[in-house]
């Protein structure tokens, strides 16, 4: 018996209507997105946002479709002078690295102090954990990078033990306020 190379054409000669099929379709896609995908992707020209959990800057989302790198969550958050981020419960897994500033996190109603250069790394606990970041400094803005794993498609927003915003930022409360 003869092998044969299971390799699809760039046209999907190998789509068969199976799944093994579809799976070949969905690598080729992929193989041609990752062509003219965004590799080097620049703040100065991203935006910022104010949501529930403060004041954002993506540089990795899952709705980010046209970047090179989708296994990650990472972003930029700016919390200032005085301020905290929204509360927030999940799995854990998140790591932060403080740019610029001096607060603390309180992680499970446990207060961590840290400052410019140190790295938050919050724990995966079965039952999640509960979390919120302070800024310590009345007029400095706190700059901390946010990064996780991209386990969005593989076991859903909750991540296991739920995905809850406690507590929105003020600034976010602010803006709905506004008229």
């Known amino acids: 018996m003869a092998m044969t190379n299971a390799r699809t054409t760039e046209d999907?000669?190998?789509?068969?209507g199976t799944l093994f099929g579809e799976l070949l379709r969905i690598r080729d896609e992929q193989r041609k997105e990752r062509e003219s995908a965004i590799w080097l992707i620049k703040g100065k020209d991203l935006p910022w946002e104010v949501n529930q959990h403060g004041k954002?800057?993506?540089?990795?989302?899952p709705q980010l479709k046209d970047i090179a790198l989708k296994t990650m969550l990472f972003y930029k958050q700016e919390i200032a002078g005085g301020s905290r981020s929204g509360?927030?419960?999940c799995q854990?897994?998140?790591i932060f690295?403080?740019?610029r500033g001096q607060g603390y996190t309180l992680l499970d109603g446990v207060k961590h102090p840290w400052t410019a250069g140190d790295f938050v790394n919050l724990p995966i606990r079965e039952e999640g954990i509960v979390y919120q970041h302070f800024n310590a400094d009345a007029k400095e803005p706190v700059e901390m990078i946010g990064c996780e794993?991209?386990?969005i498609e593989v076991l859903g927003v909750d991540k296991g033990c739920g995905f809850e915003e406690l507590e929105v930022a003020p600034e976010y409360r602010e803006?709905?306020?506004r008229p």
């Open 56 to 61: 954002m800057k993506w540089y990795l989302h």
């Open 12 to 16: 999907g000669a190998q789509a068969d």
């Open 149 to 151: 794993p991209n386990l």
């Open 92 to 94: 854990g897994s998140i």
């Open 175 to 177: 803006q709905k306020e």
């Open 97 to 99: 690295y403080i740019l």
């Open 87 to 89: 509360r927030q419960q």
